[in-house]
């Protein structure tokens, strides 16, 4: 870690120069987010032993963007007492170690103190960050780094090259040896690039990653680049099974977009068929890994025979019924076997399936039947409205309301309800019109971004899986 201050040498040298008096402003400080870079080294792309040390400091690296570089920055978020600051970390693509460069004209404590940055980069990076002469010293003394934790002895198997790449392919590991600090080296571009993350405890049993790597040979040596990874725990399902969590995804930065995140989730779940899992989860999904995940699960429940049946009698019910007057009620519940059927041959957990089974339902509704698409729509607000706030017919003394949130206005809303106990009569919440017109609203909108996911996977299942839906239309 470099820190250099300028523009004071010059003052010093010059004792003419008087400095002005005056009383100056309190510090606004500066947010992390405008003063910090962060760049992922790939100008050793190639695996070459030998470097110009000056490109390591140049800013033609990969620029990577942290989701919030804010947060880890105290409650504002803002560095205080550097005028000018500017913090620029680059990251080792070959050996994951980091180097930070901090440069500032002056520093002064402006009413908020002077932060240390030191602990705050410490506390990201860890033990990853080393001095520029170890850092450009890594590049050759640790270029084998990944084919270490990709071929020691803790190596379980290896899942088959992608068939967009033939380099390109999946390495399953136990999180062991070379491969635990492997992991330890990728935690800060975890916590840098997946919101919400924490690192995964390495010491508790059952963790295991699977790594998509680049595979070139040069010199009849094997060359492996890391262009994602998945941390994966196997834990007991009694009474005698194993179920699979999926805790982190990601695909670097560089590599994004290529389809390895897809890859990643398909490898896997080849694993738990072919291992007999009970089922696969997903800890804390992103929106963009559940939009993926659900395409995904889509086409395979395709491939069930008894899949087609169930939703044309669901489709020709909702054809059938007007829900418009709100008369009477369809709920768009799957057959208990064909949720049990696809636990057992594809490991799709119940949540996923009962999320995929309405995306189904959708594509094989009729786009011009304006009827069924609506009653459809009023099955989702059912649901939605059941699982907030009790049930289709009442309320259970539960209450929808506005709560103030600077993070997402449009989903600033909480559920609450009086505890039990008491008189029946102490347990009912009177509600205002303008409450019940409020509430209306809000269920509304949750309804409407369900709809705009399910809709946006249903187009994705709809390009991706075209043969299948077309021998799906013909049963």
Same mark, same amino acid.
């Given at each position: 870690?470099?820190?250099?201050?300028?523009?004071?040498?010059?003052?010093?040298?010059?004792?003419?120069?008087?400095?002005?008096?005056?009383?100056?402003?309190?510090?606004?400080?500066?947010?992390?987010?405008?003063?910090?870079?962060?760049?992922?080294? *790939?100008?050793?792309?190639?695996?070459?032993?030998?470097?110009?040390?000056?490109?390591?400091?140049?800013?033609?690296?990969?620029?990577?963007?942290?989701?919030?570089?804010?947060?880890?920055?105290?409650?504002?978020?803002?560095?205080?007492?550097?005028?000018?600051?500017?913090?620029?970390?680059?990251?080792?693509?070959?050996?994951?170690?980091?180097?930070?460069?901090?440069?500032?004209?002056?520093?002064?404590?402006?009413?908020?103190?002077?932060?240390?940055?030191?602990?705050?980069?410490?506390?990201?990076?860890?033990?990853?960050?080393?001095?520029?002469?170890?850092?450009?010293?890594?590049?050759?003394?640790?270029?084998?780094?990944? =084919?270490?934790?990709?071929?020691?002895?803790?190596?379980?198997? &290896?899942?088959?090259?992608?068939?967009?790449?033939?380099?390109?392919?999946?390495? =399953?590991?136990?999180?062991?040896?070379?491969?635990?600090?492997?992991?330890?080296? /990728?935690?800060?571009?975890?916590?840098?690039? #997946?919101?919400?993350?924490?690192?995964?405890?390495?010491?508790?049993?059952?963790?295991?990653?699977?790594?998509?790597?680049?595979?070139?040979?040069?010199?009849?040596?094997?060359?492996?680049?890391?262009?994602?990874?998945?941390?994966?725990?196997?834990?007991?399902?009694?009474?005698?099974?194993?179920?699979?969590?999926?805790?982190?995804?990601?695909?670097?930065?560089?590599?994004?977009?290529?389809? &390895?995140?897809?890859?990643?989730?398909?490898?896997?779940?080849?694993?738990?068929?072919?291992?007999?899992?009970?089922?696969?989860?997903?800890?804390?999904?992103?929106? *963009?890994?559940?939009?993926?995940?659900?395409?995904?699960?889509?086409?395979?429940? /395709?491939?069930?025979?008894p899949i087609k049946p169930a939703l044309n009698a669901i489709v020709s019910s909702l054809?059938?019924?007007?829900?418009?007057? =709100?008369?009477?009620?369809?709920?768009?519940?799957?057959?208990?076997?064909?949720?049990?059927?696809?636990?057992?041959?594809?490991?799709?957990?119940?949540?996923?399936?009962?999320?995929?089974?309405?995306?189904?339902? *959708?594509?094989?509704?009729?786009?011009?039947?304006?009827?069924? /698409?609506?009653?459809?729509?009023?099955?989702?607000?059912?649901?939605?409205?059941?699982?907030?706030?009790?049930?289709?017919?009442?309320?259970?003394?539960?209450?929808?309301?506005?709560?103030?949130n600077s993070l997402n206005e449009a989903e600033s809303f909480a559920v609450y309800w009086t505890q039990d106990g008491g008189d029946?009569?102490?347990?009912? #919440?009177?509600?205002?019109?303008?409450? /019940?017109?409020?509430?209306?609203?809000?269920?509304?909108?949750?309804?409407?971004?369900?709809?705009?996911?399910?809709?946006?996977?249903?187009?994705?299942?709809?390009?991706?899986?075209?043969?299948?839906?077309?021998?799906?239309?013909?049963?």
């Amino acid at each position: 870690m470099a820190l250099k201050q300028k523009g004071t040498d010059a003052a010093a040298a010059d004792p003419k120069k008087r400095r002005r008096v005056g009383f100056s402003g309190i510090d606004a400080g500066v947010e992390a987010n405008e003063c910090m870079k962060v760049f992922l080294d *790939y100008s050793t792309v190639d695996f070459i032993t030998a470097r110009n040390p000056d490109e390591a400091g140049s800013e033609d690296c990969t620029s990577i963007q942290p989701f919030d570089l804010n947060h880890f920055f105290g409650e504002d978020g803002k560095i205080y007492g550097y005028k000018n600051l500017k913090i620029n970390v680059w990251i080792s693509a070959i050996s994951f170690h980091g180097y930070a460069d901090i440069s500032f004209e002056e520093t002064s404590d402006g009413g908020k103190g002077i932060t240390d940055l030191k602990p705050i980069l410490q506390s990201i990076f860890g033990e990853n960050l080393v001095e520029k002469e170890e850092f450009l010293h890594t590049f050759s003394k640790e270029c084998e780094y990944i =084919r270490d934790a990709v071929t020691n002895d803790h190596a379980i198997k &290896h899942d088959g090259t992608t068939e967009s790449d033939p380099e390109v392919e999946i390495v =399953r590991v136990e999180l062991q040896g070379a491969a635990a600090f492997l992991y330890s080296r /990728l935690v800060p571009l975890v916590l840098l690039l #997946v919101e919400g993350s924490t690192p995964i405890d390495i010491g508790e049993h059952g963790w295991e990653m699977l790594l998509v790597v680049k595979k070139t040979t040069q010199e009849s040596v094997s060359k492996f680049q890391l262009l994602g990874f998945a941390a994966v725990h196997n834990f007991y399902h009694y009474p005698d099974s194993t179920r699979m969590r999926i805790s982190q995804i990601l695909v670097l930065p560089p590599h994004q977009g290529e389809g &390895h995140g897809l890859h990643l989730l398909e490898a896997i779940n080849s694993i738990a068929q072919s291992e007999n899992i009970y089922d696969v989860t997903i800890e804390d999904p992103s929106d *963009y890994l559940q939009y993926v995940r659900s395409s995904i699960d889509c086409l395979r429940l /395709l491939t069930l025979d008894p899949i087609k049946p169930a939703l044309n009698a669901i489709v020709s019910s909702l054809k059938e019924t007007n829900l418009s007057k =709100r008369t009477c009620s369809l709920k768009m519940v799957p057959p208990a076997d064909l949720t049990e059927t696809a636990r057992q041959k594809l490991k799709i957990n119940k949540k996923q399936f009962l999320r995929c089974w309405e995306i189904l339902i *959708y594509l094989s509704l009729d786009s011009e039947d304006r009827k069924s /698409l609506d009653n459809f729509r009023a099955c989702i607000y059912d649901r939605i409205k059941g699982e907030i706030l009790g049930g289709a017919t009442g309320t259970n003394g539960k209450r929808l309301v506005q709560m103030p949130n600077s993070l997402n206005e449009a989903e600033s809303f909480a559920v609450y309800w009086t505890q039990d106990g008491g008189d029946a009569d102490d347990q009912t #919440v009177e509600q205002q019109p303008e409450d /019940l017109k409020t509430q209306e609203q809000q269920l509304n909108e949750l309804v409407d971004n369900q709809m705009e996911e399910i809709v946006g996977v249903a187009k994705n299942v709809t390009s991706r899986g075209k043969d299948k839906l077309a021998e799906l239309a013909g049963q």
